[in-house]
């Protein structure tokens, strides 16, 4: 009877959390996808503006921009909806009210685990089915775009070459009247070599009626044509020069918007499945396995062979002979100045021809290794961003129990800390693999891998009620790992209960100074410690904590007075770490292994020496500010 209701319960509780959760998933993948998709705009705007594109050239634009970038608004967007949800929740009460019902954290979670690994399955596919078909047609339009090129959006400054056997720079251009001032043409149509070069004061350019044509008007420049060389052993090149102040030319060119071909993406890794993308990465492997082995096979048996040029008679004459030393300078001292010549021609020409060769080949093999990086990259790439969906939830969700912060605020703010640290991490791996630098599996799961401890450090603390973004609490670790000392902070109470038994407390004052005597006398603080048996030693110093505890209960005890010149004496007592001066770890094997290690062996060394020295000068300060509150004491009680 009870069991059904209870699974009831939490049934009704699982929807109120996807339901929270749903909502502002919603709301931030929009808001996600709508911020990548104006930066993916911001790097395309040269392309857009000015074009005069139709709408639906503009719509197909946005429409595949937006499917390529779903897989990388879906992590972004998991992080801030569960930072938010959970933040509301603990905002509201509702965490603690469902771990007060005895509902642990992970089971809270739980509902949301699974809704969170469905859009994992959707940014798969996303990023293996939808995603490469829209590259593809996202990057034929970028491409398109391109070569739709209107003719008055000509840069100043800079080589114009979108009209076709042309490149123009202008220096000035007005655009209210269209004039074109200091205009350099280059045109290529008959050919680089027979390249015609236009040098104008100024010029305009416009569009025919037919939308079909260029009209280039040019006014006071001169024209340079390269005319062929009667002879190839000639030295000038000889060319024509024309003046003129006004020159009028006709250039074909379509205005019209031309969609290019898809299949100039089908070899980009960006436009492949994961199938596609492993069978090409095969390919390019035997591919590259068979030029090598032909590379290998030509220079073994080109100008690196052993015996170049040689006979085997010539090389049992070499054997017999049993040359010791050869000056082959001398040969080349003995020759003629026609010869001497000959020889640094042809060996000149030998090295230039060997290592254009080398370099060629070089350059071949690295372009090969390069596209199966980037096919393997992307293969990666495939699985790292689904899964980092999930990822990023483990991280929000303990997140936003942790701070407790709902709306829009802080949230925001520690999503995207996070996301851009996973961004640098991630993109210094992909780029590591990308370029050889890194294997690439290595590269590609580096920033998951960095993800993952992160993600359940914070679900265990947040599952635990621990303190995570405590300031104190990490200041007081790093003063302890410094040595940084800690001063006592007692002030006078305004209600005692029980005052301080001033005649019973002198006598263990004493008893006390007697103990700290002692304990200088016989382990010599000030002394370095031998290395070897630090590391063997007893883990602990019962005698030092004996004597901080006894010290701390009489702290307390006298902190109870009435008097503020006790009190201040009784802030002259030091903290004493009382583990600070022995081997670091309690773990027998741990101690052993900081030993062997000899950098870390010899900063702990040195760290326990300073804290035996400190421990001998606290011990002073006891027995000294002991006689100080002992005469305290006398006069409170006369």
């Not at 042309?166 to 043409?185: C, H, P």
């Not at 030319?249 to 070899?267: G, H, K, V, W």
């Not at 080109?302 to 300078?329: H, W």
């Not at 200041?475 to 007692?490: P, Q």
Request: proline share 3%.
């Amino acid at each position: 009877m009870h069991e059904p209701i209870k699974m009831l319960r939490i049934k009704k509780l699982d929807i109120f959390i996807v339901k929270s959760f749903f909502m502002l998933f919603i709301g931030t993948f929009f808001i996600c996808l709508f911020i990548f998709m104006m930066q993916f705009l911001w790097r395309y705007v040269d392309e857009l503006v000015g074009k005069g594109l139709e709408m639906s050239v503009m719509a197909q634009f946005f429409f595949y921009s937006a499917l390529t970038l779903v897989p990388v608004s879906l992590p972004l967007a998991v992080l801030l909806a569960s930072l938010i949800t959970f933040g509301n929740f603990g905002e509201r009460y509702e965490l603690l009210a469902m771990k007060a019902a005895g509902i642990s954290l992970l089971k809270i979670m739980r509902p949301l685990v699974f809704f969170v690994c469905g859009l994992v399955g959707v940014s798969f596919y996303f990023q293996n089915v939808v995603g490469p078909i829209a590259q593809a047609k996202l990057g034929t339009l970028i491409l398109s775009m391109k070569q739709k090129s209107p003719e008055l959006d000509i840069p100043e400054g800079v080589f114009y070459s979108e009209i076709k056997d042309y490149n123009l720079k202008v220096a000035k251009k007005d655009r209210k009247t269209g004039m074109l001032y200091d205009v350099l043409i280059y045109n290529m149509k008959d050919g680089f070599e027979n390249a015609h070069i236009i040098y104008a004061d100024s010029g305009r350019l416009e569009m025919t009626a037919d939308k079909q044509h260029l009209w280039l008007h040019l006014y006071s420049g001169d024209l340079f044509e390269n005319l062929k060389a009667q002879s190839m052993k000639s030295q000038n090149v000889p060319y024509r020069r024309e003046s003129f102040r006004e020159k009028h030319t006709l250039i074909e060119f379509d205005s019209d918007f031309n969609m290019a071909d898809e299949s100039i993406m089908s070899n980009q890794s960006s436009a492949k499945n994961m199938a596609m993308l492993q069978a090409s990465i095969d390919s390019m492997k035997v591919l590259g396995d068979s030029i090598g082995r032909q590379y290998y096979r030509e220079v073994a048996e080109g100008n690196f062979r052993p015996s170049y040029g040689l006979s085997k008679e010539d090389t049992v004459k070499i054997e017999s002979a049993d040359i010791q030393e050869y000056n082959v300078d001398s040969l080349y001292a003995a020759a003629s100045l026609t010869q001497k010549q000959k020889v640094i021609s042809s060996a000149t020409s030998r090295a230039e021809n060997v290592s254009s060769d080398l370099s060629f080949k070089k350059y071949t093999m690295e372009n090969n290794d390069y596209a199966i990086r980037k096919h393997k990259t992307e293969w990666h790439k495939k699985i790292t961003i689904s899964l980092s969906c999930l990822l990023f939830f483990f991280i929000g969700a303990p997140l936003g129990g942790i701070i407790r912060k709902g709306g829009l605020g802080m949230p925001v703010i520690v999503s995207v800390l996070v996301f851009i640290i996973y961004y640098i991490i991630d993109n210094t791996g992909y780029k590591m693999a990308r370029d050889g630098k890194w294997i690439v599996w290595m590269g590609m799961w580096t920033s998951s891998a960095v993800l993952v401890p992160l993600g359940i450090f914070l679900t265990y603390k947040s599952n635990k009620d621990s303190v995570v973004l405590n300031a104190d609490a990490y200041i007081n670790w790093f003063k302890k790992i410094a040595g940084i000392r800690s001063v006592r902070h007692l002030f006078k109470k305004e209600v005692i209960i029980n005052d301080p038994d001033y005649g019973r407390i002198p006598g263990e004052l004493e008893q006390l100074t007697a103990e700290c005597k002692a304990y200088i006398t016989r382990n010599q603080l000030t002394k370095a410690p031998n290395y070897f048996k630090l590391w063997m030693s007893a883990g602990r110093d019962d005698e030092v904590m004996a004597i901080n505890d006894k010290l701390e209960a009489l702290v307390e005890e006298m902190s109870n007075t009435k008097s503020a010149t006790l009190i201040g004496a009784l802030n002259n007592y030091p903290m004493i770490p009382v583990s600070a001066h022995v081997r670091p770890f309690h773990i027998y094997w741990l101690n052993l292994s900081a030993g062997v290690i000899f950098p870390i062996g010899l900063f702990f060394y040195f760290r326990i020496w300073a804290f035996r020295i400190r421990l001998a000068k606290d011990m002073e300060r006891i027995i000294k500010n002991n006689e100080q509150v002992q005469f305290i004491i006398q006069k409170i009680n006369k």
